[in-house]
Structure formats: C-alpha cells, structure tokens
C-alpha cells in the first residue's frame, strides 16, 4: 500500500547543494521556517518523487534553471504547486514570471502563499525546457564560455566567445515543418523560445511583455560573419520587428515543430546547456503545464 500522505499543507524545499549561493539560499530558507532538505543534483528527482507520493501539494527548489527543469518536469499538468528559489546567473525564469530574485523574499513568498497561477513550459523530444534553445553557432558561444568564464568571468568571456562564433560559423541544412507545411533553409543558428522573445536591448532574450503564447522560432540564414553580425546589431538596436525585414532572418510563433538535420545525433542548447540529442527534435509547447507560486500583481497582497 502507499504510504500516508504526510503534513500535504507545508512545503517542502528542496536546495541543490551545489549551486552557486547554496549558503544564502539555505539561510533564506531556514530563516522562514520552511522544512528543508539539501541534496545533490543527481538525487534531486528522486527526492522530488518521494516528495510528490506523499501528498506534498507544494514543492519549493532552490537552484538554477536546470534544478527548475527538473522539478517542471516532475509536476507538469499535476495539482502540485511549484515555487522557486532562484539561484543561477541569469534568472530569466524568476524574472519572466513574477518571481523574486531576492533569496529572502522568495522565500518568504513560498513559505505564506503568493498568487497560483499557469505558466507554459516547451518540450524537445520529451525533454523539457523553460526558456530557450538553439542549435548550430550559438552552441559554439557556449562551449567557449563555459571554457573560459572561470578565467575571465561571465560577461568578457561572453564577449570573448561571441567574437569566436562569428569567426568559424558553419552552416547546416534545416528542414522545419510547421503546421504541415515544410520549409528548407541552409541556416547557421535556429533559435527557439518559450513564449515571444525580444532581441532588443536592454531586454535581449527576455519575453515580450504581454507578447504572444507558443514557440518562438527564429533563423538566421547564411555564414558571412559581416552579414551575421549585421543581422545581430540590427536586432540588439531594432528588435526583431525590423530584424525580421531583413533576407538573412525568419520567425514564426507556432505551437509545435520537427527540425530535421542531416546528422542522425546533434548537440543543442537548453537552458544555457549543452545537451545531447537524437534526430528528428520535435518542439511543443505545454500550455499552463505548471501551478507556479509568483508574486501578487503590483506587489499586492
């Protein structure tokens, strides 16, 4: 028989010992008074789990968009409650969603109430992802970050490696099927995120305010560095309204689609990580998958 659900009205947090603020967010935590376990990335499913059998109706995870992912995917389309700790570098989750970045006040917030409400999650391949992903040159930038980002930091080695996708970009044959129609590019990076995305600074990469529900998908045609760096100061200046107009870039909004490639494995991006993954990749969107703890509009109580 199952176990008997245990205290089902307190959450249950859970802090991934190996994020970067593990020791704030555990004094955020246990400041108030929430019921904490601290574990180890590769037991955080299993704790999740076992969490959710006992009859846990909110769970609460400390740690960056992957421990997020992880928890997304164990609660989508359940009565589970899901809130947030936020504890990797950019945040985009958190800030997307009403989320405080604050470690106390997220706390705080989970551990009184805050607002319940749907937020959609993409899926590639049954994997799932809360912000974006990309295949082909942007996969470059972030091998190269990664690789020098604890010599020179975050932003110079961004910069640095941004510098060094645009000087060896290839290009690869896309076949994207959208709404059973098919379309064939020779592209260099195709870009993919939940919800409407702005490309305009200072908001690069963030959702468009009140913008439109589904996929995003961009593409950006050809591998001429001075074209693609063309195309990459015209949206940091214009946005994608205008950077749409030009030749080397194609979006739509849509709810699902296959990209085909001509390479049987491929590795993309995810949430800021490299991943693995077999082809055909086929992208959905999960609308209001989640039961998300955010803040009251406006702040209000």
């Known amino acids: 028989m199952p176990a008997s659900p245990k205290n089902t009205r307190e959450p249950k947090a859970f802090l991934n010992a190996a994020c970067g603020n593990a020791d704030a967010a555990r004094d955020a935590l246990e400041a108030a008074g929430l019921d904490l376990e601290a574990i180890q990335p590769a037991d955080l499913e299993k704790s999740l789990k076992n969490a959710i059998d006992e009859g846990t109706r909110r769970v609460l995870v400390a740690g960056g968009d992957g ?8 609660v989508a389309g359940s009565d589970v409650e899901l809130a947030i700790l936020p504890g990797g570098t950019l945040n985009h989750f958190a800030k997307d969603h009403r989320i405080p970045t604050d470690l106390g006040e997220a706390a705080l917030l989970a551990g009184r109430g805050g607002e319940v409400v749907g937020a959609d999650i993409g899926y590639v391949n049954d994997k799932v992802f809360l912000n974006t992903s990309s295949i082909g040159a942007y996969v470059t930038f972030v091998r190269v970050r990664e690789g020098l980002e604890k010599k020179f930091g975050y932003k110079i080695a961004s910069a640095l490696a941004f510098t060094r996708m645009l000087s060896g970009v290839r290009t690869f044959g896309v076949t994207l099927e ?27 990469g963030s959702r468009v305010k009140n913008g439109k529900r589904g996929l995003h998908v961009m593409i950006v045609r050809g591998r001429k560095p001075a074209r693609l760096f063309a ?48 082809t055909p990749l086929d992208y959905r969107i999960q609308r209001d998958a989640l039961r998300l703890v955010v803040s009251p509009p406006d702040g209000d109580e």
Not at 178 to 204: H, Q
């Open 67 to 74: 421990t997020i992912a992880t928890a997304a995917a164990l």
């Open 178 to 204: 959208v709404d059973g129609s098919k379309k064939t590019y020779r592209a260099s990076m195709v870009f993919i995120g939940v919800g409407e995305r702005e490309l305009k600074m200072p908001t690069l």
């Open 231 to 278: 195309v990459a100061l015209s949206a940091i200046a214009k946005g994608t309204k205008d950077t749409g107009e030009l030749p080397e870039f194609d979006d739509f909004i849509v709810d699902h689609c296959r990209i085909d490639l001509s390479a049987s494995t491929t590795t993309i991006g995810l949430d800021g990580e490299l991943k693995r993954f077999t």
